[in-house]
């Protein structure tokens, strides 16, 4: 009963990804790129942000 089970959830589970539209080498090479981009955004902000409340307790506790 449970193998049966098994093997249906695998079948349509193949099935399921025949039809997912898989993006082309181009495509697959920009999108990293954006991620990229966007990441290293992200992480100077956070970073300079980080940095300017580090600096401001600093002059604070002294």
Do not use: S
């Not at 082309?24 to 992480?43: C, D, F, G, P, W």
């Amino acid at each position: 009963m449970k193998i049966k089970k098994i093997k249906a959830f695998f079948k349509e589970a193949w099935f399921e990804l025949k039809k997912v539209n898989w993006p082309n080498r181009k495509e697959t090479i920009k999108y990293t790129l954006i991620v990229i981009v966007v990441l290293t955004i992200v992480a100077l902000y956070l970073g300079g942000i980080d940095f300017l409340f580090t600096r401001l307790l600093n002059k604070l506790i002294q």
